[in-house]
């Protein structure tokens, strides 16, 4: 069985680029560079002063021939995560996180990334049904000053899509970095909908950082307990002024692995129509929103029913022991106006189509080795990633079921499968809730638990990933492929 350190060099030596080299994984790897004299900026920083930025929609540069063509370029940037403070971070066309694509299905996208970074990248549209060439592999990356296209057929109903760095074992520093950006992808069921939308339709991107008081980020690969900064949006603990409305709110878990477990300080409903492939089949009323990392959760936040004047805290409830001042709020809104409401949540949102008839059962495991060290293992079914290695055949149009159990006592995991949706038919022997009852593409595994989805390999065949996306996590080996042929 190869090691981490084997899997590392096969995938400098396909990589085949001097980007890779030792000296650049070495800080990441073995050492916190972090001079004794800075403090973690979560201690200091004064909260919900400054606004949420909200991403900018990018405009394509062509739609002639019905397909809509961009342009995007990864390079360093300053973004203001603390107030008045400029940090290094890496960008999608300079934009901490990135911007947002606005697709329809039925209609192609063409993005033309060019990586003006000193390092391999690959872009992968997180959810996204695209050819194995189309899907980012890690082994296979853009080099620094090089371009590729990139062709997203948007063949598959309306989801809240991301798209993100995926190149081998650098995937996670450069996601926590800044190489993230949202997809919204919608289709006629979704848009007929008279839901909340144009400016109160919102992206939110919501992560953990460990950035000191000087402005800089700080990653170390596993290193949970200092990442105690909440951002939204790229900004650290921001306010968002809303009108006395509603608001569908696009939730994205990007951290590399902190879950969230969202509630408003006023423990009053939030309305989830979404997740991760999409609208839920109906509108789930509900007083918290849990999200591992990757995972999407639309919400629709009424804020009517306060007072102008009212400001309320979204809050962290899951704090891993952390402390509580800087992981237990997130972000605040701010009922500044009053405003007409013509949008309605309706009480059906979707109809999904009925599972097939399974074929096959496959079991996953997923573990991690427990020391606590940078070099730990990350494994599924015991093997750690190797680019060489087809773990899973699978038939083109086999619809599956596959039993994923987490048998680390400590460490949470989740599954995500590249190419399709699929379907949790169990969480613990019982039904799925509402909130996990839709399309998904990423599923939390706590220590322990056992979840049975249901995946149907109908789109396209070749090769694709499936990891854990607790970033760190699939970096360290926590990842295998399937063939669908
Ligand atoms: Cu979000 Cu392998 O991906
Ligand atoms: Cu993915
Ligand atoms: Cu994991």
Not at 73 to 85: D, V
Not at 218 to 238: E, I, K, Q, S
Not at 239 to 259: C, D, E, P, T
Not at 269 to 277: E, K, L, V
Request: with cysteine.
């Amino acid at each position: 069985m190869p090691t981490r350190r084997t899997v590392l060099k096969t995938g400098l030596a396909a990589a085949g680029s001097s980007a890779f080299t030792a000296a650049a994984l070495t800080p990441t790897l073995l050492r916190r560079s972090e001079p004794a004299t800075t403090t973690a900026a979560a201690t200091t920083t004064a909260k919900f002063t400054t606004p949420m930025p909200i991403p900018p929609v990018l405009t394509p540069y062509s739609t002639s021939g019905g397909i809509d063509r961009y342009r995007i370029t990864t390079q360093p940037a300053q973004a203001e995560i603390l107030p008045g403070i400029m940090s290094d971070v890496l960008t999608y066309g300079g934009h901490f996180p990135g911007p947002v694509i606005r697709a329809r299905s039925g209609r192609p996208v063409k993005v033309l990334h060019t990586n003006n970074t000193d390092m391999g990248t690959s872009v992968h549209l997180h959810g996204a049904s695209v050819t194995p060439a189309n899907d980012g592999s890690p082994m296979d990356p853009i080099e620094p000053g090089q371009s590729r296209l990139y062709t997203y057929p948007n063949n598959q109903p309306h989801a809240s899509l991301w798209f993100h760095d995926h190149v081998h074992h650098m995937e996670s520093e450069h996601v926590y970095r800044g190489l993230s950006g949202t997809y919204l992808l919608t289709d006629d069921i979704e848009a007929a909908l008279p839901l909340p939308a144009g400016q109160y339709d919102i992206p939110i991107s919501l992560r953990d950082a460990d950035i000191d008081d000087t402005g800089r980020l700080n990653y170390t690969m596993l290193d949970f307990p200092h990442r105690t900064t909440l951002l939204a949006n790229g900004r650290a603990y921001p306010y968002l002024q809303v009108a006395a409305r509603k608001y569908r709110l696009r939730l994205l878990n990007n951290s590399n692995l902190r879950f969230f477990k969202l509630r408003l300080a006023d423990g009053s409903d939030m309305i989830q129509i979404g997740s991760d492939g999409g609208l839920l089949p109906a509108p789930h009323p509900t007083d918290t929103i849990a999200l591992s990392p990757a995972e999407r959760a639309d919400i629709v936040i009424d804020f009517a029913r306060y007072p102008v004047g009212t400001q309320l805290v979204l809050e962290n409830t899951l704090l891993n022991g952390g402390p509580a001042d800087s992981l237990g709020q997130v972000l605040r809104f701010d009922i500044v106006r009053q405003e007409t409401d013509p949008s309605t949540i309706p009480a059906t949102l979707r109809t999904l189509p009925p599972l097939p008839q399974p074929t096959v059962q496959r079991t996953v495991v997923l573990s991690l080795e427990e020391t606590g060290l940078p070099d730990a293992k990350g494994t599924i079914n015991g093997k750690v990633y190797d680019p060489d290695r087809i773990d899973t055949k699978i038939r083109y149009g086999a619809s599956e079921v596959w039993t994923v159990t987490n048998p680390n006592r400590f460490s949470p995991h989740n599954l995500h499968l590249h190419l399709i949706q699929f379907r949790i038919l169990e969480r613990n022997g019982q039904p799925p809730t509402p909130a996990e009852s839709g399309l998904k593409d990423t599923v939390a595994v706590q220590p322990g638990e056992t979840v049975k989805l249901q995946a149907t390999f109908d789109t396209y065949k070749g090769t694709y990933l499936y990891h854990c996306h607790l970033l760190d996590h699939s970096a360290m080996g926590m990842m295998a492929q399937y063939k669908v042929s």
